[in-house]
Nanobody, 125 residues
Framework: EVQLVESGGGLVQAGGSLRLSCAVS????????IGWFRQAPGKEREGISCISSSDGRTWYDYSVKGRFTISSDNAKNTVYLQMNSLKPEDTAVYYC??????????????????WGQGTQVTVSS
């Protein structure tokens, strides 16, 4: 059974940091890419970062580039999202999901087939 489980969310002040984890199981980690999405109340789910587990390619949305860092630990089948310099507008439920990354970065929700349950990140001003 394919599973993705997020953890690490919480409440933090603006300017602070959090590290999210996405532990995956039920498939061969190196065969896929893992992406991070977020969804704020009343807004669509948006892709913010992705990493290819096989070759380490990464992608970041402009809204988080330079502040967030995605990484993977292939031995632990876990992907991390280090979030620094957090802003109130980063407040959202954060999800990780599985995809295949062939050429262009997979940035849309329809390109992902399995999703985690989400973890809440709240940034206070």
């Amino acid at each position: 059974e394919v599973q993705l489980v997020e953890s690490g969310g919480g409440l933090v002040q603006a300017g602070g940091s959090l590290r999210l984890s996405c532990a995956v199981s039920g498939f061969t980690f190196d065969d896929y890419a893992i992406g991070w999405f977020r969804q704020a109340p009343g807004k669509e789910r948006e892709g913010i970062s992705c990493i290819s587990s096989s070759d380490g390619r990464t992608w970041y949305d402009y809204s988080v580039k330079g502040r967030f860092t995605i990484s993977s630990d292939n031995a632990k089948n876990t992907v991390y999202l280090q979030m620094n310099s957090l802003k109130p507008e980063d407040t959202a439920v954060y999800y990780c999901a599985r995809t295949s990354w062939v050429t262009t970065p997979p940035t849309n929700v329809y390109e992902y087939d399995y999703w985690g349950q989400g973890t809440q990140v709240t940034v206070s001003s």
